[in-house]
Structures are given as structure tokens and as C-alpha cells.
């Protein structure tokens, strides 16, 4: 009876795996076909499923390990989760060594995890037991190289062109490994074994010159450059890589020359001609240097392609960046003749409209480009920009308006609203969208000076992104000189001026503004430095925080000190309200003091007195003196 039991015990258990390995096949089989129709979700769900109904199904596990490593979630991604996927793809690759994709794939994945013993040993095995798995050798050439085996990895490539032959990119290879192993000499031979497969291929007489570069053997790269044009005096690559010898040579006349060639090739596509020239223009516009090389090279740019968009494009966006804005709207209306669909050309039309000041003319612009486009967001921010500069504050709110219900059109925007308002698929994506167009509309209420409707709408951007910290900044800054709720300006203020937000000159100055108002003003000029000292370490200069900064020092006592600020703020925007007035009383009290109102001396004595002084403490102790 006991071995009659044990009997049926053994049958019950295998009838059960039989069934459970039945399950996995015909989820796997399924899992195949999904993502042979490229049905990823489904494929993923159906290869899990059957890892699940019977967990020693290695084809199961692999596939599910694979699939699962490419899953771009934040949570998936994560090295442990990582590592569990190469763990469930394992078993398959030890049972079937000899199915090379997938020993490929699995040490591919094993050395992007930088599990770098587990990649070398299946690499390694792979190719001892398929000699033609080639592939291996390459990626264990970058494996070796990412753990500085340089020797190693060299000698995988030189495997590889023992078994597949040589080739050009295998030669760049070889070089960058000779180049970090600091043998030169090997690599220029390396270069040299390129050029003889092929005399006449100029592109290997480039590699050649570019690699003398690197080791600076600069008349050795002039050479093989050389060779490359004589070879190929049609062709533009070799005229390039002059041009760039000639850049760093600083010999403007040559290298104008190869560039004015260069243009003239018929091997160089339009595309990298005006990428090319776009960038030398813009780098000519960036160290300030005079345009007129600029203007000739382009001309013969234009010349070739007098008619094409996309040079008529970058002439319109040259003669912006020149202030030449009545040119730039010429160029680009040309471009819109042709090619009246395109909303990149209608809005380099309208930012150069706006830029020349002309908003009416800019919103009529965009009413025109609604009868040959359907706008995007790019477009529409831009267009209630323009309606927020022409003060036409209706239409921009109409426009935020149309975006946000773009995004949920069943979301009221004249009320406040919670997180459960919202549709309940919504991703997090389009919440930081929401909050980012009631924080739009509420700046733009503000201009309008309807109040009520801006504060309201930055709650509603807040109640949609608490990390949404220009809301609350905006927010904060606009209830402390409305005279509204100082403590909550307070506290929205000083949540955006932690962590990654701590350097942020704008933000300081709004909570140092908050203290001034409060009456802290020790404490505020502390933040108040701290926000000039951040703005001029980003490289740009604020009259309304050296206003802040002059009257913050002027409530002091530091008058000397508040002139300097004043100034600075006057000399970067002479309509600030008040401002002469503010530095008129300055200098009469100074004066009355017995202080020096002229300004270098006052700007001296910032940088040389006692400034943990007032001005008052100061002439008391020299009266004392």
C-alpha cells in the first residue's frame, strides 16, 4: 500500500509539471508570435506568463529576461532589476551554448551591467566552440577595453581581421586601441596598411592626416591632406579638412578659400553645406568678429541655391542674429512662398516681427499662417507672447485656455481645482503641462491686473506640481507688493530656494524681497548678496535685484553702499519709477553725512570700507576719532 502510494504520489507530481510545462509552451509560442508582429506589451506579458507557469523553462526565462531588460521604466532599469533579468536569461545560454545570438545578446547585456567575468567567460566560450561567431570577438574587444585591457582587446581585433579581413573601420579601431596603448608608431603603420589596400581612396589619406593631428605632427597632417585633394580635387572632404588645419592655424585667407571650394563640390549634400556654414557663421557672431568674411562665403551659398527654403531660411536667421530683423523677415517670407505649410518659417516670422517691436503685425501674422497650418503649442506660446508684449491680455489667456483643454477638455480654468478634478489617465507628463499653462495664465492676469484670477491660477499650477517652483516663486513675489498674505509669500518663497534651486538669483531675490517688506532686513541683505552674487556668477545683470539690493542697503543705514546698486540698476534701466528720486535723497543725505557722493569713490569704498557698518556708524566713528 505505501508503494502504491508513493507511485501515485510520483505520477500526480508529474502529470502536474506536464501540465505546468504545456502552460509555458503555449504562452511562449504565443509571446513569439506577439512579437513577431512587433505587439510588444503583449509579447512581454505572454513570455512573463509562461516563466511563471513553469519556472524551469529556460526558453521562457530567456526571453522574459531579454524583454524585461529593455523595459524603460525608472524601477526596471534599476541595477538589481537589471541583474534579475541577466540572471533569468542565464540557464539558457549554460544549457544551449552553441546558440550564438543569444550568448551574443546575454554578453552584450553582462557588460553593459559591467558584469565583466561573466561577459568574458560565454564570450570567450562562444567563439572556442564557433570560430566563425566573430561577433564575439568585437564585443569582447569593448569589454576588455572598458576594464583597460588594451592589449587584450587589440588582440581580439586582430582576430577578427585574421578570420573576416581587413576594413576601414576596423582600422579606426585598431588605432584609437595603439593610440591609448601610446605606440605611435604602430598606429601610423596601421594607417599606412589602410592607405596600401586602396591608394586612391582619399578618405584613408584624411584618416591618415587626422591621426598626425591628434599626435601633433601637424606637417605630416598638412601632407596627407594635400595627397587627399590631389587625388580627389572634386570632392569636399579633403577641402574640409584643410579648411579646419587653416582654422587652427589661424590663417583666415586659406581657409576661406577652402571653405569658398568646399561649397563649390558637388559630393556635399545642401544639408551638411548649410550646417556647415550655419556653424561657421555663428561662430563668427559669437567672438564677435567682423560678419563681412561671413557675408561673402554666404553669398556663394546663396548664389548655388538661390531659391532653396532651407538657405533662404538661414539667410533669414543670420540677418537675425545681426539685428537686421526687416531683412530676416524678407528671407524668410521668400522661404513661406515655397513652402507656406511649414510652421518653423511662420514662427521665424513672427519672433522677427517681434522682435522689431512690431506685435500687431505679428498677431496678424499668425491669423495668416491658421489658413496654411494647424498650430502646435511652439506655436501657440508663441502667438500669446506676442498678445501678452501687444498687451492684449485676452487673447493670450483665450490661448492658454485652448491648451490646457487640448490636454483635458473637460478641466474648468476659471476656478480652483484639486488633482482629483483632472481625468484619471492623465500621465505626469501632461499634469507638468497643466501646471505649466496656469502658471502662464497666471503671470498673465497679473499683467492684467485682474489679481484674484492670478493667484487662483497659480494655486491651480501648484495643486498640479508641487515641484512647480516658478508658480510659487511668481506667486510669492506677486502677494508680497500686492500687500497681500506676507507669511504665506513667505513660505511659498522659501520653498524654492532649497536643493538644486539654492544658486537661483531670481528666487533669492524674491525671499530676500519678502524679509525687506517683513521688516528683516539684516536677514534679507544676507539673501539679497546672495542673489546678486549667483546672478553675476551666471553672467547677467538685473536692474530690478541691484534696485532690490540699493534699498535693502539704504534701510541699513548703508547709503554709500545703496548708491553703488542704484547706479548699476540706472545705468541697465533708466525707467525704473522712482529710481533717479531714490538716488537724488541718497547723495543730498550722504552729502549732509559728510560722505563722498561722487561715484567712483562711492564704488571704492563698497569694495574697500567696513561694510558690516552703516554709513551713520562709520562717520560717528571717524567724528569719535
Not at 153 to 161: G, R
Not at 315 to 330: G, H, I, M, N, V
Amino acid at each position: 500500500m505505501l508503494l502504491a502510494a508513493v507511485c501515485c504520489a510520483a505520477a500526480d507530481s508529474s502529470s502536474k509539471n506536464e501540465s505546468a510545462r504545456a502552460r509555458a509552451r503555449y504562452y511562449f509560442m504565443e509571446g513569439a508570435r506577439r512579437q513577431a508582429m512587433a505587439d510588444v506589451a503583449a509579447s512581454y506579458e505572454y513570455y512573463r506568463k509562461a516563466y511563471l507557469a513553469d519556472p524551469s523553462y529556460v526558453e521562457a526565462g530567456s526571453a522574459y529576461g531579454s524583454m524585461r531588460s529593455s523595459v524603460m521604466t525608472d524601477t526596471m532599469q534599476s541595477r538589481a532589476e537589471q541583474l534579475r533579468s541577466l540572471a533569468l536569461a542565464a540557464p539558457y545560454v549554460d544549457m544551449y551554448p552553441d546558440d550564438v545570438n543569444e550568448a551574443l545578446s546575454y554578453g552584450y547585456m553582462a557588460y553593459r551591467l559591467d558584469t565583466i567575468p561573466e561577459a568574458v567567460r560565454v564570450l570567450e566560450r562562444t567563439y572556442a566552440r564557433n570560430p566563425k561567431s566573430t561577433g564575439a570577438l568585437l564585443i569582447l574587444s569593448e569589454v576588455n577595453a572598458a576594464r583597460d585591457s588594451l592589449k587584450a582587446s587589440l588582440a581580439n581585433l586582430t582576430e577578427y581581421e585574421r578570420v573576416e579581413g581587413h576594413s576601414p573601420q576596423l582600422s579606426l579601431r585598431k588605432m584609437s586601441m595603439l593610440l591609448g596603448m601610446q605606440d605611435t608608431t604602430a598606429a601610423v603603420n596601421e594607417a599606412s596598411k589602410l592607405i596600401e589596400t586602396n591608394p586612391f581612396e582619399p578618405n584613408y589619406m584624411i584618416l591618415k592626416g587626422n591621426l598626425f593631428d591628434v599626435i601633433n605632427r601637424r606637417d605630416s597632417a598638412l601632407y596627407w591632406y594635400e595627397q587627399a585633394e590631389r587625388i580627389a580635387p572634386g570632392s569636399g572632404a579633403p577641402k574640409l579638412s584643410l579648411a579646419d588645419y587653416y582654422r587652427q592655424e589661424g590663417d583666415s585667407a586659406k581657409f576661406d578659400e577652402k571653405m569658398y571650394e568646399m561649397l563649390l563640390c558637388e559630393d556635399v549634400d545642401l544639408d551638411r553645406k548649410t550646417e556647415i556654414v550655419a556653424g561657421y557663421l555663428q561662430s563668427l557672431l559669437s567672438d564677435k568678429h567682423d560678419t563681412g568674411r561671413g557675408d561673402y562665403l554666404f553669398s556663394v551659398l546663396r548664389e548655388q541655391y538661390p531659391h532653396e527654403p532651407k538657405v533662404l531660411d538661414l539667410a533669414a536667421r543670420y540677418s537675425a542674429a545681426k539685428r537686421q530683423f526687416p531683412e530676416a523677415e524678407e528671407q524668410i517670407r521668400y522661404a513661406l512662398d515655397m513652402e507656406p505649410a511649414n510652421r518653423t518659417f511662420w514662427g521665424q516670422l513672427i519672433t522677427y516681427q517681434l522682435a522689431a517691436d512690431s506685435t500687431e503685425k505679428a498677431l496678424a501674422t499668425y491669423d495668416e499662417a491658421m489658413k496654411h497650418v494647424e498650430p502646435d503649442n511652439d506655436l501657440r506660446h508663441l502667438y500669446a507672447s506676442v498678445a501678452m508684449q501687444a498687451e492684449r491680455y485676452d487673447l493670450a489667456i483665450a490661448t492658454y485656455r485652448t491648451m490646457a483643454a487640448g490636454v483635458d477638455s473637460a478641466l474648468r480654468t476659471d476656478t480652483l481645482i484639486t488633482l482629483r478634478d483632472v481625468r484619471p489617465d492623465i500621465s505626469l507628463a501632461d499634469l507638468d503641462r497643466l501646471s505649466q499653462l496656469f502658471t502662464a495664465m497666471g503671470d498673465t492676469w497679473h499683467l492684467a491686473e485682474q489679481k484674484d484670477s492670478a493667484y487662483m491660477a497659480y494655486e491651480n499650477a501648484i495643486a498640479l506640481d508641487e515641484s512647480n517652483y516658478l508658480a510659487k516663486n511668481n506667486y510669492a513675489y506677486f502677494l508680497s507688493i500686492d500687500g497681500g498674505d506676507l507669511d504665506k509669500a513667505r513660505k511659498l518663497s522659501a520653498q524654492t530656494i532649497t536643493g538644486e534651486n539654492a544658486d537661483n538669483a531670481t528666487n533669492l531675490d524674491t525671499y530676500a524681497w519678502i524679509l525687506h517688506l517683513s521688516g528683516e532686513n539684516q536677514e534679507a541683505e544676507k539673501y539679497q548678496k546672495m542673489a546678486v552674487e549667483a546672478m553675476e556668477k551666471q553672467g547677467y545683470e538685473s536692474p530690478e535685484l541691484f534696485n532690490h539690493y540699493g534699498d535693502i542697503l539704504m534701510s541699513l543705514g548703508n547709503v554709500g553702499e545703496a548708491l553703488v546698486y542704484w547706479r548699476k540698476a540706472l545705468e541697465l534701466d533708466a525707467e525704473i519709477e522712482g529710481l533717479e528720486d531714490k538716488i537724488s535723497e541718497g547723495e543730498k543725505t550722504l552729502q549732509e553725512r559728510g560722505g563722498d557722493t561722487d561715484k567712483d569713490a562711492a564704488e571704492s569704498e563698497v569694495k574697500a570700507g567696513d561694510t558690516d557698518k552703516s554709513d551713520l556708524e562709520q562717520t560717528e566713528d571717524k567724528e569719535k576719532k
